[in-house]
C-alpha cells in the first residue's frame, strides 16, 4: 500500500488576510458594531474580541470533550456580552472567515503531486469551525476532492493534540502509524504528538513574520486593525509570490515594492478624493506601478479616472527654455548636479562634439567629462551654445520641441474642464513646474496641481507650480541631525528606481502636431535591461492591488500611509536583506535625468574599493588610486557582499571614513 499523507488545514493549505488568527476577531467586534449598533452604547471593538476571544476559553475549560464547537463559543459570547439573540449569529464568523481565508500555493501544487503519484490525501485540524465549513473551503480553494478523508476535531471532540484524533484516523483509515505522513505548522500537535504514535510528522512555516512586519504590527498611532490587515495582505501575498518567483525577486516584490506601491496609490487616491479631483495623471516612469495599482483601487475612491502621461524631465524642461541663457533655462545649472560638459549638452539634445572648437584648449583630455568650475567656466559655455549656427539651430529646436509637447498635452485632455491633478514620486516640482509652463502657453488660465511621495525643502516656488501635496515634506537644516536626517530624501534616487520600475525607457522628446503628437522614447531596444524583474512586479502589484482593495480607503489615510513607508520603506533602504540586493543587482540607478554615469543596485562591494578606502588621502594621489566610487545605495551593496567585506568596511567607517553616496542629500 502506498503511502498516507495528511495535511493541517489553517496556516498549512488555508491563511487568513491577518497578522495573527485572533486578530479576525477584531475585525468581527467592527462588524458586529456595525451589524448591532446597540452595542455600541455598551462596547467598543477591543471589548468584543476580549470577550470572544474568553468565550473560547471558558467553553474548552468547561466542555467535558478535547474540543469545542461554533455555537457554544457564541453562546458563552453572548452570554458574556448580555445579548442573548448574539448566540445565533455565529454565521457572521463564518461570513468572515470566508472572506479572510486564501490557499497556500506551495501546498496545494504539492498535494497535486501526490495525487498523481497515486497517493491518498487527508485532512486533519484541530478547529471549533464545523466540518461542512472546512470542507467547504478546502473544496473552494482546489485542496480537497469528494473521496479524501476529513478530520475535524469539533465533529468528534478529539484533538492532533492530544493524539486522539490521529487515532480515530488510523482507525478509520485502517492504516499503521508508518503508513502515514502528517504535515502541519504546529510543532506540539503536528510533530510531537504524532510521533509519539510512530507517525512521522513534518512541520512547516509558511507565513515567518519578519522585521518589517512586527515594527509595522508595534507603530504607533494607527488603528491595529488596519495594521494587523495589511501585515496578513502583504503574508499572503508573499505566499502567491513565493510560488511563482525566483526567491530573490519574490522578496522584493512581497516585501517592498507591493505593499509600498500599493500603499501610495491608496493615499494619492484619497487625497484627490478630498480635493475634488476627478481625473490622475500618473508621471511616466515612475509612477508607473502606481498608475497600475490605482486604477484598479479607484472604485473605492468613487472611480476617479486614471490615465498615464508620458514625461520626463528630459521632454519638459528644454521646451520651456525662453533663451538660450541661464535666466532662459535656470533649470540647468542647480547646485546638487555636477554640471560636466556631457550632462549639460545632453539636457540640450547636444554633444560634445557640437562645441569642442570651443572648448578642446579649456576640457584638454577630459573633454566631456569636464566639470565647470566657476561662473567664468559658465560664461564660456553659454557663449558656445550662442556661437552661430549653433544658437539658431538649438532656439528652433526649442520651439519644435514645445509645440510638440503642447500638442500632446492637449491631446491627453489636459486642458480640459475636469478638474485634475499629477501624481508623482517627487522631489523639486520641475516636472509640474515645466508642465503649467507649457500648458499655459496654449491657455493663460490653465492652472495644475500634484500630489508627491515626497518634496524636498528647496523645491521650486508656488508661483511656479501651481498646487502640490506630499506625504513627506524635508524638515529644516536647522533642527538636530537625528531629526533632520529622513530615510526617504537620504535615499531618494533608490526609490526613484525601485519603485519607479517601469517597462518602457524614459521620454526624450514629442514628434507631431494636434492629435497626430507622440512621445519619442529613449534607447533604441523596446524594453529595458531589467524587463523580466519589472514585468514580475508589474504583474504581482496589480494582483496585490485586486486582492486587497476593500483595504484601500483605509490604508489611504496619510498617517496610515506614513507608518507603512516609515516602517517598510526604512527598513529597506537602511536595512536590506541579501536576498533583496541580489535581485535589486540588475536595476541601473543615476540620479541625472538621461540616467548617465548609472550604477547598478545591489552589487556587492569589491576588495579594492575597500582597500583604496583604507588608504591616506595623500597616498591614494602618490600611487595613482582612485577612491570607493559614488554609490546609490550603500547598505543594499553591504548586504551583497562577504561578511569579511561588511566587517571592514564598518570597521574603516568606525575610523571616519566610507565610500559616498550619489544621492544629493546623503
Not at 198 to 225: F, K
Request: charged fraction near 25%; charge should be neutral; glycine fraction near 6%.
Amino acid at each position: 500500500m502506498k503511502t498516507v499523507h495528511s495535511f493541517d488545514v489553517f496556516d498549512t493549505c488555508l491563511t487568513r488576510k491577518f497578522a495573527a488568527p485572533s486578530d479576525l476577531f477584531l475585525e468581527l467586534g467592527y462588524r458586529l458594531l456595525r451589524r448591532l449598533p446597540v452595542l455600541a452604547e455598551r462596547f467598543d471593538a477591543q471589548a468584543l474580541w476580549a470577550a470572544r476571544m474568553e468565550a473560547e476559553r471558558f467553553a474548552r475549560r468547561s466542555s467535558p470533550l478535547e474540543e469545542v464547537t461554533l455555537d457554544e463559543i457564541w453562546r458563552e459570547f453572548a452570554r458574556r456580552v448580555g445579548m442573548a439573540e448574539l448566540a445565533g449569529l455565529a454565521s457572521l464568523e463564518m461570513e468572515l472567515e470566508d472572506e479572510s481565508l486564501q490557499p497556500i500555493p506551495c501546498v496545494l501544487q504539492q498535494i497535486e503531486k501526490l495525487r498523481m503519484a497515486d497517493h491518498r490525501v487527508l485532512f486533519i485540524s484541530d478547529t471549533y469551525l464545523p466540518r461542512s465549513f472546512v470542507e467547504g473551503q478546502l473544496q473552494k480553494h482546489g485542496f480537497a476532492r469528494q473521496n479524501d478523508g476529513i478530520y475535524i476535531s469539533s465533529e468528534w471532540g478529539k484533538t492532533k493534540a492530544t493524539g486522539n484524533l490521529f487515532e480515530k484516523v488510523l482507525a478509520d483509515e485502517k492504516l499503521n502509524p508508518g503508513e502515514l505522513r502528517h504535515c502541519g505548522d504546529n510543532a506540539a500537535s503536528d510533530v510531537e504528538a504524532p510521533q509519539r504514535l510512530g507517525i512521522i510528522g513534518r512541520l512547516v512555516n509558511h507565513r515567518p513574520t519578519l522585521a518589517a512586519d512586527a515594527g509595522l504590527l508595534a507603530a504607533d498611532g494607527v488603528d491595529y486593525n488596519i495594521r494587523s490587515r495589511f501585515v496578513g495582505a502583504m503574508q499572503t501575498s508573499r505566499l502567491t509570490v513565493n510560488a511563482d518567483c525566483s526567491p530573490d525577486a519574490a522578496s522584493v516584490i512581497a516585501n517592498v515594492v507591493s505593499p509600498l506601491v500599493f500603499a501610495f496609490a491608496s493615499w494619492t487616491l484619497a487625497q484627490a478624493k478630498r480635493d475634488g479631483v476627478r481625473r490622475l495623471y500618473f508621471l511616466a516612469r515612475d509612477c508607473q506601478m502606481t498608475y497600475k495599482a490605482a486604477k484598479e483601487l479607484s472604485g473605492r475612491f468613487g472611480d476617479i479616472e486614471c490615465r498615464y502621461l508620458h514625461v520626463s524631465r528630459q521632454s519638459l524642461l528644454l521646451p520651456t527654455a525662453t533663451a538660450v541663457s541661464e535666466a532662459g533655462m535656470p533649470w540647468l545649472r542647480r547646485t546638487f548636479e555636477t554640471p560636466t560638459l556631457e550632462r549639460l549638452l545632453a539636457k540640450l539634445e547636444l554633444g560634445y562634439a557640437d562645441v569642442e572648437t570651443d572648448w578642446d584648449a579649456q576640457s584638454g583630455s577630459q573633454r566631456g567629462k569636464y566639470v565647470l568650475k566657476d561662473d567664468h567656466d559658465w560664461q564660456r559655455f553659454w557663449a558656445s551654445l550662442n556661437r552661430e549656427p549653433l544658437g539658431s539651430e538649438l532656439r528652433m529646436k526649442i520651439r519644435e520641441r514645445c509645440l510638440a509637447a503642447q500638442a500632446y498635452f492637449c491631446a491627453e485632455g489636459l486642458l480640459e474642464s475636469v478638474p485634475w491633478g499629477v501624481v508623482d514620486l517627487g522631489w523639486y516640482l520641475s516636472c509640474q513646474s515645466a508642465l503649467r509652463t507649457l500648458l499655459r502657453g496654449v491657455n493663460l488660465e490653465a492652472e495644475c496641481r500634484g500630489y508627491y511621495l515626497g518634496l524636498r525643502r528647496e523645491r521650486l516656488a508656488p508661483i511656479v507650480t501651481g498646487k502640490a501635496t506630499a506625504l513627506f515634506y524635508q524638515r529644516g537644516l536647522d533642527l538636530p541631525a537625528g531629526v533632520r536626517k529622513q530615510f526617504l530624501f537620504q535615499h531618494a534616487t533608490l526609490f526613484e528606481h525601485v519603485l519607479g520600475l517601469a517597462n518602457h525607457h524614459s521620454v526624450h522628446h514629442y514628434h507631431g502636431t494636434g492629435n497626430q503628437a507622440h512621445p519619442v522614447f529613449q534607447g533604441d531596444v523596446v524594453e529595458p535591461a531589467n524587463s523580466g524583474l519589472t514585468r514580475a512586479i508589474h504583474d504581482k502589484i496589480r494582483r496585490f492591488a485586486v486582492q486587497n482593495a476593500a483595504l484601500a480607503p483605509e490604508i489611504g489615510a496619510s498617517e496610515v500611509t506614513s507608518a507603512v513607508f516609515s516602517d517598510l520603506g526604512a527598513n529597506f533602504a537602511q536595512h536590506p536583506s541579501a536576498e533583496v540586493s541580489r535581485a535589486l543587482a540588475v536595476v541601473e540607478a543615476s540620479s541625472d535625468q538621461n540616467n548617465l554615469h548609472a550604477s547598478s543596485l545591489g552589487v556587492p562591494l569589491q576588495m579594492r574599493e575597500i582597500v583604496t578606502a583604507w588608504l591616506p588621502k595623500r597616498l591614494r594621489q602618490i600611487f595613482g588610486c582612485v577612491a570607493a566610487s559614488p554609490s546609490v545605495w550603500i547598505e543594499g551593496r553591504l548586504a551583497a557582499s562577504p561578511p569579511s567585506l561588511r566587517w571592514l568596511y564598518a570597521f574603516r567607517k568606525s575610523i571616519g571614513h566610507r565610500p559616498r553616496s550619489q544621492d544629493p542629500t546623503a
